[in-house]
């Protein structure tokens, strides 16, 4: 299983700012996942980062509002632009396991507030 | 469009047996997955079924039945702990994981 930290782990924000989301995984891993979670809601994927190549985006979600980086095989960032407070929400890194199943290992997530 | 349904809460006794319903629609299938999330906290993996059937660990068992696009996650001896989301997971045609809505399961004493 690999171990995967976030930084920060929650902040409050003025609207109209931005902030940036570390995630670092303790392996090397091709493909990382960027997820949002508002509250009471499903995991929505923003997009997926692999290292070396740009951000592949959900529908819905734009470069420009979520500026993703993989300067390397051990981590990634996603900055969140612009904020209103409908980005409120936690936002996860996650990435897949080199198991049987493929199933995902999540980071711990950050608890975003726009005010 | 691709859909994933699932009770939005249960509320069950502690030590009995509770069973958590995921039908889902999706552009082909490579997998379901049950994941637990507490309050506050990241997921964490429960359990994957490819095949139809059961597979059980532990105290959880999770069932497969493709051809009817449906899924349940069994919990058996419930304790206080097992307090918490669980969410269906279905990985399509894209190998891209399509996520229920969560259930969230009350655990009474």
């Known amino acids: 299983s690999a171990v995967i930290s976030q930084k920060p782990s929650r902040d409050i924000c003025q609207r109209g700012t931005s902030l940036t989301i570390q995630c670092q995984v303790d392996s090397q891993v091709t493909m990382m996942f960027w997820y949002r979670q508002q509250p009471g809601q499903s995991l929505t994927l923003i997009a997926t980062?692999?290292?070396?190549?740009?951000?592949?985006?959900e529908s819905g979600f734009v470069i420009d509002k979520f500026p993703i980086s993989r300067p390397n095989l051990t981590f990634s960032t996603l900055t969140v632009s612009n904020m209103s407070p409908e980005d409120s929400s936690i936002y996860l890194c996650?990435?897949?396991?080199?198991?049987?199943?493929?199933?995902?290992?999540f980071g711990p997530g950050t608890r975003l507030t726009v005010l | 469009g691709q859909n994933i349904d699932q009770p939005t809460e249960m509320t069950a006794t502690e030590g009995a047996i509770v069973q958590i319903n995921c039908t889902y629609q999706?552009?082909?299938?490579?997998?379901l997955f049950w994941y637990q999330q507490h309050a506050g906290e990241a997921p964490t993996f429960l359990s994957y079924?490819?095949l139809d059937g059961l597979e059980e660990k532990g105290r959880f068992s999770s069932f497969l039945s493709r051809s009817k696009g449906y899924s349940y996650l069994l919990l058996k001896e419930l304790q206080m702990k097992d307090s918490a989301s669980y969410l269906c997971?279905?990985?399509?045609?894209?190998?891209?994981?399509?996520w229920g809505a969560g259930t969230k399961l009350i655990i009474k004493p």
């Open positions: 996650s990435v897949p396991t080199s198991g049987d199943y493929n199933e995902q290992f």
């Open positions: 999706t552009s082909g299938f490579n997998g």
């Open positions: 997971a279905v990985m399509d045609s894209n190998y891209q994981l399509i």
């Open positions: 980062a692999n290292q070396g190549s740009e951000a592949t985006y």
């Open positions: 079924n490819v």
